[in-house]
């Protein structure tokens, strides 16, 4: 058994105390679940002696990572963190679920010594491969633990991220089942039967069943996986409310706190001071203070020489990002690079780059959930990290995966193709119209979206520099080079992107028209059409939507009449975006939307443009209609 920083007794002893906290913090903050956290404690007091992280070394890339995916049991994670030094414990009890408090009710990476933010269950092995696979790539000899429940085993994503784990042999993960037999609705065998150890063993994991409340025995398990050239899941039976009598295997306790009399019996049982009046005293002093923000280094990327694209050939912005990748990971050799597939790579187009840094490229099959939360992750380890994938995959499907990657301030850059009704063929179920509405709705993305195959590449170049999240839709078909009034190429040679800048391609006096995306080359023929009926209206490109400025607006908005032009959802897009934003600064300006008013059909693109009466002469109509 590897040395322990406590002995078997003083683990004993300890989880009595522990035990107390959980009842303590819940009662007082009166909501919680103390049932859970105390059948999972054990488990925790074990893992965190046992893994090399301490309060002195958990910024190291060498130590090891514990993840914990049922992040209700909370109460049980704070109070051993308290007691292992990387806190007050005080704090934890008295601020928890306190608003203002960074011991929030569900883990967050703000409480030193949390890896990932987690709450949404299933993810957590998920994250727990991301941390491994971003070892593995580095050559870090770390182990990874992930502790779950055994409800949440009943979540799809665990089977992908089983399969990733062993598809990548990531023998350095643990994962750890609390295998109490109790959910928020009983009996996990009548709530939704299932065979964990079947599953797992179906996937290729080793399998030790162990008594969670034991510390030999989940000691001498953490030996046995260690020494194991394959992942290994530990069930670990235990028993919910363990300590308390009254508790013990009552799912009642999963998600409700005590009351003061029941948790001032609980004390008395547990051989412990009831010193509630104490902790309630302090929360009422309680002054927020400001989490400790810790970002490791973004690697130094240099851009190299953008790819100039002819006005002589439309290009398709896909491909004008598969080849930026590929580039930039040829120009940027020393750097760290990993991109994500979900069996897309030939329409995506970082099969360049696979074939080129098959090392670096990760395929994870139709496992989009999975995927998401493992390049997630491996983006917050100091590594430039993409996920491609079509839109409605990469947005619409993980939409709960980009949302707790952005929570856990991710540096993810996610390029998905196949966007609006561009994709035409594929049909309303391919037509990804909400991509902007839904990531709009996540604080940390950034949303860039390039008019043509020249801006793309900058754009790539641009993300791959800057820490954060990105995301870049790009559609599927060939798009006309843009060009300015004189025939030249406008996102040319001598043009820098600059987010949040926007970009005005024509001179009009009549009426403003902004366009995005692949919408931009149509913009400009509306622009050639109206012009012909003696109309002429300035065109605007705004491809930074998340970050309109001020000035910009106003000077769109000196027309009065602003003209917006998506094939996105048309009542929650770029134009209620530019609609919002001219309200904010009191613009005197009308803006009329012209988007996407149900979903698709299946057809040519073109056929589905005007199906929409989005195309050119359908636009010039009503723009003239308008006037």
């Known amino acids: ?77 704070y109070s051993v963190l308290g007691h292992f030094g990387f806190f007050n414990v005080d704090d934890a009890i008295a601020y928890f679920r306190k608003a203002g408090s960074i011991f929030e009710g569900h883990i967050e990476p703000d409480v030193p010594g949390v890896e990932w933010a987690t709450g949404n269950l299933g993810q957590g092995l998920s994250a727990g491969a991301g941390f491994a696979l971003a070892g593995k790539q580095k050559g870090l000899r770390y182990n990874v633990y992930v502790c779950m429940g055994d409800g949440e085993q009943q979540k ?24 109490n037999q109790l959910q928020i609705s009983g009996s996990i065998h009548d709530v939704m039967p299932q065979n964990i150890k079947a599953n797992y063993e179906s996937d290729g994991w080793d399998v030790i069943e162990i008594n969670g409340h034991d510390f030999n025995e989940i000691f001498d398990a953490l030996d046995k996986a260690n020494a194991s050239g394959n992942p290994t899941v ?46 309630i005293k302090i929360r009422e002093g309680f002054i927020p203070l400001d989490p400790e923000i810790f970002h490791p280094n973004y690697p130094y990327i240099k851009k190299g020489e953008s790819i100039f694209y002819s006005k002589e050939k439309p290009v398709a912005c896909r491909n004008a990002y598969g080849k930026a990748l590929a580039g930039l990971a040829q120009k940027n050799k020393d750097v760290q ?96 119209i909400d991509y902007i509405s839904l990531m709009s709705n996540l604080y940390g993305f950034r949303i860039i979206i390039p008019a043509d195959g020249n801006q793309a590449d900058k754009i790539i170049r641009y993300i791959s520099s800057m820490s954060g999240n990105f995301y870049v839709p790009i559609g599927r078909s060939e798009t006309a080079i843009v060009t300015d009034g004189q025939g030249n190429e406008f996102y040319g040679k001598n043009y820098v992107f600059r987010y949040g800048s926007v970009d005005h391609l024509r001179k009009g006096k009549d009426a403003a028209l902004i366009a995005i995306g692949v919408m931009v080359e149509k913009a400009l023929k509306v622009h050639e059409l109206l012009m012909k009926q003696g109309i002429s209206i300035d065109v605007w490109n705004i ?17 009065k009449r602003v003209f917006t032009y998506e ?61």
């Open 543 to 559: 491809s930074s939507i998340s970050q309109i400025q001020e000035d910009d607006l106003k000077k769109i908005a000196k027309h």
């Open 156 to 179: 799809g994503q665990l089977t992908e991220a089983r399969r990733f784990v062993k598809k990548y042999d990531l023998s350095n993960i643990t994962a750890l089942v609390d295998y």
């Open 1 to 77: 058994m590897t040395n322990l920083i406590f002995s078997i007794d003083q683990l004993t002893e300890l989880s009595r105390i522990c035990k107390g906290d959980i009842i303590k913090m819940t009662t007082i903050a009166k909501s919680g679940h103390p049932g859970g956290s105390m059948s999972s404690l054990d488990m925790y007091l074990a893992i965190y002696t046992y893994a090399n992280i301490t309060p002195e070394n958990r910024k190291s890339e060498k130590r090891d990572r514990v993840v914990v995916s049922h992040g209700h049991t909370a109460p049980g994670i």
């Open 567 to 627: 094939d996105h959802n048309v009542n929650t897009g770029m134009g209620s975006i530019v609609a919002a934003k001219m309200n904010k600064f009191g613009l005197p300006a009308r803006v009329h939307a012209f988007g996407v008013t149900h979903y698709g059909i299946s057809g040519n693109s073109e056929d589905v443009y005007a199906y929409f009466h989005l195309d050119p002469e359908s636009i010039a109509e009503k723009i003239i209609t308008i006037l």
């Open 337 to 432: 690079f990993a991109v994500f597939d979900c069996d897309l790579a030939g329409s995506v187009k970082t099969s360049q780059f696979a074939k080129e840094n098959p090392e670096k490229f990760y395929q994870g099959g139709i496992q989009e959930h999975n995927t998401a939360v493992v390049a997630g992750v491996m983006s917050k380890e100091n590594i430039v990290t993409f996920f491609s994938d079509f839109g409605v995959f990469g947005v619409d499907e993980t939409y709960n995966q980009q949302r707790l990657n952005d929570i856990n301030k991710t540096n993810l850059k996610l390029v998905t193709t196949h966007v609006g009704l561009n994709v035409g063929e594929d049909g309303k179920t391919h037509q990804c």
């Open 234 to 279: 530990l069930i670990a039976h235990t028993v919910m409310g363990h300590g308390v009598s009254f508790m013990e295997n009552d799912e009642g306790f999963h998600g409700k706190a005590l009351t003061y009399d029941e948790c001032g019996n609980a004390l008395k049982e547990l051989g412990l001071e009831n010193d509630l009046d104490k902790y």
